[in-house]
Structures are given as structure tokens and as C-alpha cells.
């Protein structure tokens, strides 16, 4: 894919506006033109006020994905913690050790290893993402309360941008008869 973004006006007077997006190192840059390429077709901006709301929703909606991007990593993170916690309670300390640094070496054959052994138990992958989830609920919770943030920003500017359009749509022309 290349990497120029869609030619636009209303795009080209968002960067100059606005310089280049808020992405963090390894973010879709051309994810994001797409994003931001849907919403500004779908709101039309007419008005550097409506340019502003399209680039607050375009980056909310940026944020919003890139949180729970980060809570599903959070996860998998915790995972490491998790594993550790269930073999611990199942094998001897010596043997979990050995046993969690077996899944975590890269290789399918010492995963299988450690699955199987907690297989034996019960435990499956769902145990540890449960598991791990529960470690990490404290930046779990702070992801939810920032993704219900960027929810409730949005919806606020989308409900001021139909108000303005209400407005937009009277003809001050217009008078009515007596």
C-alpha cells in the first residue's frame, strides 16, 4: 500500500490546520487516513468548526481503538503472571519455573507441554486470559474508564454537530404568513 493519504480538500485543510496526526510509534498511519477519510466523507465539513469536529471525532474514535488495543495487550502481558500463578499451585516451585519458561521460549512444542500439563487440571487458555485479566484489572479498568471517555466525547460532539446542522437548515429567508 502507499503511503499518500486520499486527496481531499477538506483532508488537506485538516493537516494544515491541524500538522500530521497523533500517532504513537508502530500505529497504522494509513489505517488512520482511512478512518479519517470515512468520517470527513460522512460529516462533510463545511466549516472550520466542522473540520474541528471531524478531526476531534476522527482522533476519539483513534483513541478509543487504541485502548483497547492496549487492554487486549494488557492481557496477553499478564499472561506470563498468570501461568506462573496456576502452575505454582499445581507443580513444585523448581518445575513451574522450568515449565513457564517452557511456554515462553518461542517454541510450539514446550506450549503444547505446558498446556497439556494444565490440561490435566483443567485449566485451559480461557483460565489464563480470566486469570490475567484479574492481575491487570486496576489497568483494565483505567483503559475502560478512558475508552468511555473518548464514547461519551464523541456522542457529545455528535449530538453538538446535529444541533448546529438543525440550525443550519432554518432559512432565515423564510418568514411566515399571518
Not at 73 to 92: N, P
Not at 132 to 142: C, F, I, K, R, V
Amino acid at each position: 500500500m502507499s503511503s499518500e493519504k486520499p486527496e481531499d480538500k477538506n483532508i488537506d485543510q485538516l493537516e494544515h490546520l491541524f500538522g500530521k496526526p497523533p500517532l504513537l510509534e508502530g500505529e497504522d498511519q494509513e489505517r488512520y487516513y482511512r478512518l479519517r477519510a470515512a468520517v470527513v466523507g460522512e460529516l462533510n465539513p463545511k466549516t472550520v468548526f466542522d473540520l474541528i469536529n471531524a478531526r476531534d471525532q476522527v482522533d476519539k474514535l483513534w483513541e478509543e481503538q487504541r485502548y483497547k488495543r492496549a487492554a487486549a495487550a494488557l492481557i496477553s502481558g499478564g499472561l506470563y503472571k498468570a501461568l506462573d500463578y496456576y502452575l505454582m499451585e499445581i507443580c513444585k516451585v523448581d518445575y513451574a519455573e522450568d515449565l513457564t519458561a517452557k511456554y515462553f521460549n518461542g517454541s510450539a512444542k514446550g506450549r503444547k507441554e505446558v498446556m497439556s500439563a494444565l490440561a490435566e487440571y483443567g485449566i485451559t487458555m480461557a483460565e489464563l486470559h480470566a486469570k490475567a485479566a484479574q492481575l491487570e484489572s486496576g489497568g483494565l479498568a483505567m483503559f475502560d474508564r478512558m475508552v468511555a471517555a473518548r464514547e461519551n466525547a464523541r456522542r457529545l460532539l455528535r449530538k453538538e454537530a446535529e444541533r448546529g446542522s438543525l440550525r443550519d437548515d432554518d432559512d432565515p429567508d423564510e418568514t411566515t404568513e399571518q
